[in-house]
């Protein structure tokens, strides 16, 4: 019996939040989170899929999926297998699962297994990990050889057309090319994916989860998305050959703002800051290395970085208007403390985690037990702390 086991990370993102479909580029990294896949070929005459998390099984016939009504993450599933495989579904071209010039599996015997150590709706794209899981395992199985970028385009689409979510494709880069302690570069204008260090020394990140999801989460994405779109509609139209946002200088951006309603000049501010702030990050990382190799302290370039952080919370929160009550608590009194270098909210918004830089002698769980106890009492929802680590994008665990 052939045996495939696959790991799938979750995402954090440094800086560039909602830039991924504004022409900005992005400083995502994949995380010690992850999904595990269990591929195996069985003799049953259909496709079983597990989720062990939340002890669930799903049995269907390959052929009548498509016809299948499906919510949560089945969704999920019955998009990947679609996607991946829509010249069977989609355009009737005769496939034969068994070919052996394709299949080192038999579609009709496949047992998937599934569990994860992603918190849900934390805002570290636990759904793209499962999407990106599931497609790159399906890819071994069959040999299809597709790239890595065609797989996270399949798992974009995925939440796209499955789970009406038009996200951008941070999460899915994030989780199928991270690199163990490297951040990613994804330029989401020319999709270049480069990775670098940002060295830790004398600091700390970690994820502070405000464990609340509130549902405006997607129709609020999706209406930033169509707001932004409108506005560089009415850009292209005032300015004809302007290549993107990273190219528009103040001046130009006044006058646009003439054709614009305050919703969209505030949404549109935030990005172009948001943009220089990248920028500034990109460059802070490479200093901090510098200093790190002669041996002189980083903590300047650290305080920097850390605003920052602060400084994009305050944008998402003001201008983006994607954060919410319980959010903007945790982070306006952890930056209060002295230890607390930056703080922001991360994801796409309305809950999730805070991804907060510290100094190193500050200990999450001991030094925050009041901060949480006062969010308790006033937000009903207990928040928790997790160390996060930096880790390798998906890959094969075991292949038998
Ligand atoms: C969600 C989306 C991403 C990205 C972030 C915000 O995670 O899936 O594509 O837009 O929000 O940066």
Same mark, same amino acid.
């Not at 049953?44 to 919510?71: C, V, Y």
């Not at 990273?246 to 549109?268: C, P, V």
């Given at each position: 019996?052939?045996?495939?086991?696959?790991?799938?990370?979750?995402? $954090?993102? *440094?800086? =560039?939040?909602?830039?991924?479909?504004?022409? %900005?580029?992005?400083?995502?990294?994949?995380?010690?989170?992850? &999904?595990?896949?269990?591929?195996?070929?069985?003799?049953?005459?259909?496709?079983? $899929?597990e989720a062990l998390d939340l002890n669930e099984s799903w049995h269907f016939e390959f052929a009548e999926l498509n016809e299948l009504q499906t919510n949560g993450w089945r969704s999920y599933v019955k998009g990947v297998f679609l996607l991946l495989f829509e010249d069977?579904?989609?355009?009737? $071209?005769?496939?034969?699962?068994?070919?052996?010039?394709?299949?080192?599996?038999?579609?009709? %015997? @496949?047992? $998937?297994?599934?569990?994860?150590?992603?918190? /849900?709706?934390? =805002? *570290?794209?636990?759904?793209?990990?499962?999407?990106?899981?599931?497609?790159?395992?399906?890819?071994?199985? &069959?040999? @299809? =050889?597709?790239?890595? !970028?065609?797989?996270?385009?399949?798992?974009?689409?995925?939440?796209?057309? #499955?789970? %009406? +979510?038009?996200?951008?494709?941070?999460?899915?880069?994030?989780?199928? &090319? %991270?690199?163990?302690?490297? @951040?990613?570069?994804?330029?989401?204008l020319d999709q270049k994916i480069t990775t670098f260090t940002l060295p830790l020394n004398g600091v700390q990140l970690f994820l502070l989860d405000s464990k609340v999801k509130h549902n405006l989460a997607e129709s609020a994405y999706n209406e930033r998305r169509a707001?932004?779109?409108?506005?560089?509609?009415?850009?292209?139209?005032?300015? =004809?050959?302007?290549?993107?946002?990273r190219a528009i200088n103040e001046k130009q951006l006044a006058l646009l703002f003439s054709h614009l309603d305050l919703s969209a000049q505030k949404r549109l501010r935030y990005v172009i800051d948001e943009i220089a702030r990248v920028a500034k990050f990109q460059a802070?990382?490479?200093? /901090?290395?510098?200093? +790190?190799?002669?041996?002189?302290?980083?903590?300047?370039?650290?305080?920097? @970085?850390?605003?920052?952080?602060?400084?994009?919370?305050?944008?998402?929160?003001?201008? #983006?208007?994607?954060?919410?009550?319980?959010?903007? !608590?945790?982070?306006?009194? *952890?930056?209060?403390?002295?230890?607390?270098?930056?703080?922001?909210?991360?994801?796409?918004?309305?809950?999730?985690?805070?991804?907060?830089?510290?100094?190193?002698? &500050? /200990?999450?769980?001991?030094?925050?037990?009041?901060?949480?106890?006062? #969010?308790?009492?006033?937000?009903?929802?207990?928040?928790?702390?997790?160390?996060?680590? /930096?880790?390798?994008?998906?890959?094969? +665990?075991?292949?038998?």
């Amino acid at each position: 019996m052939k045996k495939l086991q696959i790991c799938a990370p979750g995402r $954090i993102n *440094l800086i =560039g939040e909602h830039l991924d479909y504004n022409h %900005g580029i992005v400083l995502p990294a994949a995380i010690d989170r992850h &999904f595990e896949f269990d591929f195996e070929q069985t003799t049953s005459p259909s496709i079983r $899929i597990e989720a062990l998390d939340l002890n669930e099984s799903w049995h269907f016939e390959f052929a009548e999926l498509n016809e299948l009504q499906t919510n949560g993450w089945r969704s999920y599933v019955k998009g990947v297998f679609l996607l991946l495989f829509e010249d069977y579904f989609f355009t009737k $071209i005769p496939f034969d699962p068994n070919s052996s010039s394709i299949s080192r599996f038999s579609l009709d %015997g @496949l047992h $998937i297994r599934f569990k994860s150590t992603i918190p /849900i709706g934390a =805002g *570290l794209s636990s759904s793209a990990a499962l999407c990106c899981g599931l497609v790159f395992g399906l890819n071994e199985c &069959f040999n @299809l =050889g597709k790239t890595r !970028f065609e797989l996270a385009l399949i798992a974009q689409q995925t939440e796209h057309q #499955y789970a %009406g +979510v038009k996200c951008g494709l941070m999460d899915q880069v994030a989780s199928l &090319f %991270g690199k163990q302690n490297e @951040l990613i570069a994804f330029d989401c204008l020319d999709q270049k994916i480069t990775t670098f260090t940002l060295p830790l020394n004398g600091v700390q990140l970690f994820l502070l989860d405000s464990k609340v999801k509130h549902n405006l989460a997607e129709s609020a994405y999706n209406e930033r998305r169509a707001q932004l779109e409108a506005a560089w509609g009415k850009a292209r139209e005032v300015f =004809g050959s302007l290549e993107s946002w990273r190219a528009i200088n103040e001046k130009q951006l006044a006058l646009l703002f003439s054709h614009l309603d305050l919703s969209a000049q505030k949404r549109l501010r935030y990005v172009i800051d948001e943009i220089a702030r990248v920028a500034k990050f990109q460059a802070l990382a490479l200093e /901090i290395s510098e200093k +790190v190799k002669n041996s002189v302290s980083p903590m300047e370039a650290y305080l920097e @970085l850390g605003m920052l952080l602060n400084a994009t919370h305050e944008g998402l929160r003001d201008l #983006y208007e994607v954060s919410c009550a319980e959010i903007d !608590f945790l982070q306006a009194e *952890l930056i209060e403390k002295p230890e607390i270098l930056g703080a922001r909210m991360m994801g796409g918004g309305f809950g999730g985690c805070l991804l907060v830089l510290a100094k190193n002698n &500050f /200990i999450p769980n001991k030094e925050l037990t009041e901060l949480l106890t006062n #969010y308790s009492l006033k937000f009903g929802s207990e928040a928790s702390c997790h160390p996060v680590r /930096i880790a390798e994008g998906v890959h094969i +665990v075991i292949n038998d």
